[in-house]
């Protein structure tokens, strides 16, 4: 596969550790890490590439554990001002897959445009937002999202409407990496800046003193099963900051969230992604509850 590799404008990484790459600072490395120097690069490079090599897109990793036996096949990140753009017009936003989503809430702000503030509490990309109808305090993507265009596998572009992402809680009808995201547009409604952006400024500070957010984290490790909350399920089960160990220094579920699991040390992904299918288990066993994984977990196992 690597002699095999198109020619790009981007970087082209072989054999590239991804723990620097993600929150928890763990797992193992990609067999390519392509980083696109912008659209038209990508799409070059997945028309050209052999259609048998797998593609795993990753964004800021800030939800996601890198098993440790590494990724197969291409890893592809869209990182760098090409992929960040935010413009506005009127009461409309149009961002680029690569932009934080806190950055997109605070453009926002500056354009007088309500309905996306909660996109401050949102640790990821946009590119990230649209492949799992991220949301928080209150609000979802699929309030604000107007449409979104990306890059098939083959590297055609295709162009989706709201209604075509089929929406539910924390779920998009449209299959993870059969679409690499490229552009969104979302529309609010016009408000005060300053409202705003005091809004932003509220959920920002709550964010920081009700979440491990300087940590080694992966934002909330479970979705929240019908009426329940994930964290008081784990807190319940006696999880809250007790070290799990599988295969490393360990990993444990916060003292200050018990739904975000945080790397104290030397955790692995081994013993990241241990410990919560442990707690997935003992909550099982004690309440009748499954839980289900918002984290991704990506790539070989060790």
């Known amino acids: 596969m690597i002699d095999t590799l198109p020619t790009v404008r981007g970087k082209l990484l072989l054999n590239e550790p991804l723990g620097p790459y993600t929150w928890f600072r763990v797992g193992g490395a990609a067999d390519a890490l392509f980083i696109p ?3 038209d690069d990508l799409a070059d490079f997945l028309k050209a590439l052999d259609p048998a090599v797998p593609v795993t897109v990753l964004g800021v990793g800030s939800n996601v554990i890198v098993r440790d036996g590494g990724v197969e096949g291409v890893v592809i990140r869209l990182a760098g001002r090409p992929w960040a753009q935010i413009t506005t017009e009127g009461d409309t936003i149009t961002t680029g897959a690569g932009a934080l989503d806190s950055m997109v809430a605070k453009a926002s702000a500056k354009a007088g445009i309500g309905g996306l503030e909660f996109y401050a509490g949102i640790p990821g990309t946009i590119g990230g937002a649209l492949t799992m109808n991220a ?8 309030d604000v999202l107007v449409s979104a265009w990306g890059l098939t596998r083959s590297g055609e572009r295709v162009d989706y409407t709201l209604a075509d992402f089929g929406y539910t809680y924390r779920h998009s009808v449209v299959p993870e990496n059969e679409i690499i995201w490229v552009e969104a547009v979302y529309r609010g409604t016009p408000a005060d800046p300053e409202a705003v952006t005091a809004k932003i400024n509220e959920i920002t500070s709550r964010r920081e003193t009700t979440q491990p957010i300087r940590e080694k984290t992966g934002g909330s490790t479970f979705k929240n099963p019908e009426g329940h909350s994930s964290w008081k399920l784990v807190d319940e089960a006696g999880w809250r900051g007790k070290l799990h160990v599988e295969n490393g220094g360990g990993a444990m579920f ?24 442990a707690v997935r288990a003992d909550v099982k066993a004690k309440t009748g509850v499954q839980l289900d994984w918002e984290i991704k977990r990506i790539g070989r196992k060790g």
């Open 135 to 142: 949301g928080c305090y209150g609000s979802e993507t699929k």
């Open 254 to 277: 916060s003292e200050l969230h018990s739904n975000f699991m945080i790397n104290p040390g030397e955790a692995t992904a081994a013993d990241i992604e241990g410990l919560g299918e």
């Open 37 to 39: 120097a912008d659209a």
